[in-house]
Structures are given as structure tokens and as C-alpha cells.
């Protein structure tokens, strides 16, 4: 059975840091792109990072690119989002998710997702 589970949101001022990590089981973790994903109230869920298979490749959308970076410890089984000068509009629930497949921003390829984690940056 896979499981993911993210964990490390919190409440944090615009400007601040938060670090999100995303433990895997059930699978085979190396063999999997892993992505985080975000959703706000009311939004569709939208790519926000990706890391590839051997985790020289990471990929971002556009409004996160130079404020948050991706990492994967495969020794660890676990998936890290480094989120810096966060700002109001971060604010969503983050998923994190694993496919095998390297389509890393469309969400309808991904085969596992965990549960969320909320991130509510306060103006």
C-alpha cells in the first residue's frame, strides 16, 4: 500500500521560510518523478515543483522559480520543498505526489498523491 505523507505547514508572515516534506512508502521511490502540487479555496490544483528520477533534474512553475526549491533524498525515501520569501498568494493546501512517468506539471499523471499540507502566509 503507498503512502505519502506530507507534513510542515504552518501559519508564517510574508517574507518567511517554510521547509515541506513528503515521506513515501509502498513504492519504488527512485523510480518515481516526484512533484508537489498546491491548491487555494476555490482554485484548481496547479503544479508548483518536480524532481526526476535521479534528482539532478527539478523543474518549477513560473511564480515559484528562484524562491523555492526542490530536493530528494532517495536513501530517505522522502521528497523536500524549500519555500523562501513566501509570499500572501502562496497560501493553498500542498500535495505532494509521485508518477512514473516524467509529464511532472499534469496531475492527471500522477499515481499517488498524500493527503496535504496546509501553508497560510499572513500579509
Known amino acids: 500500500q503507498v503512502q505519502l505523507v506530507e507534513s510542515g505547514g504552518a501559519l508564517v508572515q510574508a517574507g518567511g521560510s517554510l521547509r515541506l516534506s513528503c515521506a513515501a512508502s509502498?513504492?519504488?521511490?527512485?523510480?518515481?518523478?516526484m512533484g508537489w502540487f498546491r491548491q487555494a479555496p476555490g482554485k484548481e490544483r496547479e503544479f508548483v515543483a518536480a524532481?526526476?528520477?535521479?534528482?539532478?533534474?527539478?523543474f518549477y512553475e513560473g511564480s515559484v522559480k528562484g524562491r523555492f526549491s526542490i530536493a530528494r533524498d532517495d536513501a530517505k525515501n522522502t521528497v523536500y520543498l524549500q519555500m523562501n520569501s513566501l509570499k500572501p498568494e502562496d497560501t493553498a493546501v500542498y500535495y505532494c505526489?509521485?508518477?512514473?512517468?516524467?509529464?511532472?506539471?499534469?496531475?492527471?499523471?500522477?499515481?499517488?498523491w498524500g493527503q496535504g499540507t496546509q501553508v497560510t502566509v499572513s500579509l
Open positions: 524532481v526526476g528520477w535521479s534528482g539532478v533534474s527539478t
Open positions: 509502498g513504492l519504488t521511490f527512485r523510480n518515481h518523478f
Open positions: 505526489a509521485a508518477t512514473k512517468t516524467n509529464y511532472y506539471s499534469d496531475r492527471t499523471r500522477y499515481d499517488y
